[in-house]
């Protein structure tokens, strides 16, 4: 399966072809672009459509088990850079564990702690996200420096450290549907990793005991919807309380590009 990786352009500020440096536990789906300086850590899943330009800010940093999904674009400017955990200057850094959801744009000079949840369309540029916070859906976070273990509302627009401060604490139910969102993308990672393996597709598909995950078809080839778990449906009831839905004409939404459900007002 092909890689869309390739050095970055001569410019006149970097000279040099500098190639993606890539764990080789990485999945890297063949419609994501890898441009540049871009050095991503172990079992990181990237999803289809993704764009990664280390081209004009540089370097990238893309730690352990991080999952960047569909659509989303990590670019840097020439200009500004952030002091990765290591001591060393980067465009781009992103921690361990850190979740960059669809549609997402992590712009540098910008920091993505351990732990991380960058919501749906969500905006970070010129800006510092502590450890362990969950940033919601259409969120701006922009030229401040938001503490570890902060909640950004979907929809904020943070651009003064006085807002970034006043952020309230991220809740346990958050916390545990970041985790949800990780473990997820590893089971993807692990099943495109191995898709042309048998032995290796039906040590997934079986459970420790020997029978299948996989719930067999109806009369009319559809298989049952499998039951929301709980971080699922907390943070369905978070969107629900915003009045916020995402509903195609259909009136169904995906989460996390594992469930279907339909949302409703009564």
Known sequence: MDIHTIPAPPTPWSQQLV????????????????????????QVHIA??????????????????VNIQDGAVVHGLEQGRVTGDDGNPYSVWISDNASITHMAL??????VGKGCFIGFRSTVFNARVGDGCIVMSHALIENVEVPAGR????GSVIIHQQ??????????SDSTFA????????????????ADDQV????????????????????????????????????????????????GTSGYA?????????LWRD
């Open 163 to 172: 807002q970034a401060d006043r952020l309230p604490n991220v809740q346990e």
């Open 254 to 262: 995906t989460v996390s590009g594992k469930f279907l459900v339909r």
């Open 200 to 247: 290796c597709i039906a040590s997934i598909r079986n459970e420790p005991n020997g029978h299948s995950t996989v719930q067999p078809a109806s009369r009319n080839g559809h298989r049952p919807s499998p039951p929301l778990e709980a971080p699922a449906i907390a943070w369905i009831r978070e969107v629900l309380s915003q009045n916020l839905y995402w509903c």
């Open 48 to 65: 289809p459509g993704v764009s990664i330009r280390a081209d004009e800010g540089m370097p990238f940093y893309i730690g352990a088990s």
């Open 106 to 111: 992590i712009h540098g000079p910008a920091y």
């Open 151 to 154: 909640y950004v509302a979907s």
């Open 179 to 194: 985790r949800h969102v990780v473990s997820i993308n590893q089971k993807l990672r692990q099943g495109y990793l191995c």
């Open 19 to 42: 190639e993606p440096t890539i764990d080789p536990s990485v999945y890297i789906h063949p419609l994501t672009n890898v441009i540049g300086d871009v050095r991503i850590g172990a």
